[in-house]
């Protein structure tokens, strides 16, 4: 499967972002996915997940109660709203997609494909 993140930008703290991952080549709907992102200087870290229906989801606890990952298997297409941007939020996003694990997976190691990731700068 073939990922494009995309909805990255320049935001004010306090403000809003939506992130879109569209993919394509198999289906879709057969992969839980997640949402990692990369801040300069640092590692990867995860950010949320969602399961093959969109049923079960899981945050870290850093974008907990801010950000929602949601899904349209309809459209091939992951999503991340995010709400009350920090500056600390700032950091490339990556969408992935896993074959492998159940209801969803905060461990990179689990995801078998990755998207090129898209921008999000939040300013202070």
């Known amino acids: 499967v073939q990922l494009q993140a995309s909805g990255g930008g320049l935001v004010q703290a306090g403000g809003s972002l939506r992130l879109s991952c569209a993919a394509s080549?198999?289906?879709?709907?057969?992969?839980?996915m997640g949402w990692f992102r990369q801040a300069p200087g640092k590692e990867r870290e995860f950010a949320a997940t969602?399961?093959?229906?969109?049923?079960?989801?899981s945050y870290a606890d850093s974008v907990k109660g801010r950000f929602t990952i949601s899904r349209d298997n309809a459209k091939s297409t992951l999503y991340l709203q995010m709400h009350s941007l920090k500056p600390e939020d700032t950091a490339l996003y990556y969408c992935?997609?896993?074959?492998?694990?159940?209801?969803?997976?905060?461990?990179?190691?689990?995801?078998?494909?990755w998207g090129p990731g898209t921008k999000v700068t939040v300013s202070s």
């Open positions: 080549g198999r289906t879709f709907s057969t992969y839980v």
């Open positions: 969602i399961s093959r229906d969109g049923g079960v989801t």
């Open positions: 992935a997609a896993g074959a492998t694990p159940l209801y969803g997976s905060s461990l990179s190691r689990n995801y078998d494909y």
